[in-house]
């Protein structure tokens, strides 16, 4: 199996502050993969493939970078509707995701 | 715009078999080249890839689950089904279906299920 390892496991921030995500692959990927948000309750949502595609509506704030075995999340400006938890997912060989990280309101 | 929503016993005995069914709407499930998949959360915990199905019937499992499930499609009915045998209270969870691209990224997501095993 290809271990995703997320950190932060969670962050605390405000409202317009710039979040930066990481995961890393325990071997290369490639640029195979993929970013999710998932808020309380509900199924996860696509934000980022590919390492860098941003989905069909995402807002631009949500941006993806790396390969190999470094990937990083960033929002640029962190608004209220942020606030959930994201994970990374690799695509390489059978799908495995990291342990996710909390964004949280400072 | 394609939607997915799962059905099936919210409660099953240990050694039991788990069934859950997945319903497409908006889209057939034949249209495009997208496999069907299983994805599975234990509650506050990550998600777990149990395995897809593409329309002709080809299948991929989680190595590690492998051996217990059994993933299906009608495409007449435009469902995909997910069968999990002998579970325990470790295959407790939110069970979400999910459209896969070939080259594994997931979009939709179904609402999810809660499955609880116990006797």
């Known amino acids: 199996d290809i271990q995703m390892t997320q950190s932060p496991s969670s962050v605390s921030a405000s409202v317009g502050d710039r979040v930066t995500i990481t995961c890393r692959a325990s071997q290369g990927i490639s640029s195979w993969l993929a970013w999710y948000q998932q808020k309380p309750g509900k199924a996860p949502k696509l934000l980022i493939y590919?390492?860098?595609s941003l989905q069909s509506g995402v807002p631009s704030r949500f941006s993806g970078s790396g390969s190999g075995t470094d990937f990083t999340l960033t929002i640029s400006s962190l608004q209220p509707e942020d606030f959930a938890t994201y994970y990374c997912?690799?695509?390489?060989?059978?799908?495995?995701f990291g342990g996710g990280t909390k964004v949280e309101i400072k | 715009q394609v939607q997915l929503q799962e059905s099936g016993p919210g409660l099953v005995k240990p050694s039991q078999t788990l069934s859950l069914t997945c319903t497409v709407s908006?889209?057939?499930?034949?249209?495009?080249?997208?496999?069907w998949s299983w994805i599975r959360q234990p509650a506050g915990k990550g998600l777990e890839w149990i395995g897809r199905i593409y329309t002709s019937g080809s299948t991929n499992y989680n190595p590690s689950l492998k051996s217990r499930v059994t993933i299906s499609v009608d495409t007449s009915k435009n469902q995909f089904s997910l069968k999990l045998s002998s579970v325990t209270a470790a295959d407790t969870a939110v069970y979400y279906c999910?459209?896969?691209?070939?080259?594994?990224?997931?979009?939709?997501w179904g609402q999810g299920t809660l499955v609880t095993v116990s006797s």
């Open positions: 590919a390492a860098s």
């Open positions: 908006g889209g057939s499930i034949s249209s495009g080249s997208y496999y």
């Open positions: 997912q690799q695509a390489n060989s059978f799908p495995t």
């Open positions: 999910a459209r896969c691209t070939d080259s594994n990224w997931f979009d939709p």
